[in-house]
């Protein structure tokens, strides 16, 4: 299989790798995921949402974890669940860090090893350790770990069978910049060779480097799905506030009043603006020539709600 080029669409007629028809999952009078329908393909794609969307419960329907409540899920074109067969084939991170803090970080990953029957044992660990950069610290016991720590040698874990699928949930959670620059390496790395990763967050930030095909769900529902660029016109689409600090926030104010991409400019203090805007990136161009030409100084501009969160209440409300 030809591996897909990251950021691109996948190759025509490549059948997708999980495909998820009208699915529906719910405990008692809660539903969790609502009517969701997508395929996903190999490459890098981002289950966003807030906290409560559903992601984590659509995640383990994937896996063959839970059953359904209605539709269906059908992953490298086979049924999930009741399918040992297949489970070889992916390779789960959950949540929550689930880790037996006696054990040292190699032993851990070699009980996953041990319950995937992987053959050639030590070499697939030596491996697995080798990619996640923890081959120093494969003696010490998890219990002495950081958070970041334990998050990538739960990622070894994962990746000791070799699986073709990867679902990782919240696989960032507590991990330092510098460990999740190398985590989405290796997620860029693992998709160029041919695997199908989906990796959840709530960050948008953390996973616009990295995926190819961003999934968003708000109330367990499929908000919007498309690549990144498609989602940041979303972001332009809605009103942004904007806190613009200068020199003489009344004198700035008069002025930006003035052009057509400021809806309203509320003074916050002698120093601070408080701006609306439905087209932020002509404001940031904007914002600066407006102060040369007033003599005023710019000190700071700072999208007030540039975040996953606010696309979802837009969303929400259209």
Known sequence: ????????????????????????????????????SFDVHPGVTGLLGPNGAGKTTLLRVIAGLLKPSEGAV??????????????SHIGVMPEHDGVYPFLTGRQFVALNARLHNVRDMEASIDRSIDAVQLADAQHR??????????????????????????????????TDPKQRAHFLELARRLASEGRTIVISSHVLEEIETVADRILL?????????GDFLVIRRKLSERPFHVRVVVSDAR????????????????????????????????????????????????????????????????????
Do not use: C
């Open 217 to 225: 769900m708000i109330g367990g529902k499929l908000a919007a799905a």
């Open 141 to 174: 016991t998890l219990g002495s770990y950081s958070h970041g720590m334990r998050q990538r040698m739960r990622m070894a874990a994962v990746l000791v069978h070799d699986p073709r699928v990867l679902l990782l949930d919240e696989p960032l959670s507590g």
């Open 1 to 36: 299989m030809t591996p897909p080029v990251p950021g691109g669409p996948p190759p025509t007629g490549t059948p997708p790798t999980i495909s998820v028809t009208n699915l529906s999952r719910w405990y008692g009078s809660v539903v969790a995921v609502n009517g969701v």
């Open 251 to 318: 004198r700035m104010a008069a002025a930006l009043i003035e052009i057509p991409e400021v809806e309203s400019v509320t003074v916050s203090s002698p120093t601070t603006l408080r701006v609306l805007s439905l087209n932020v990136e002509s404001l940031q161009r904007a914002v600066p020539k407006v102060a040369w030409v007033k003599g005023v100084r710019l000190i700071r501009f700072e999208p007030l709600d540039d975040s996953l969160e606010s696309v979802f209440s837009y969303l929400a409300e259209r």
């Open 74 to 87: 059908t992953v490298l074109n086979q049924p999930v669940r009741t399918n040992p067969s297949l489970w």
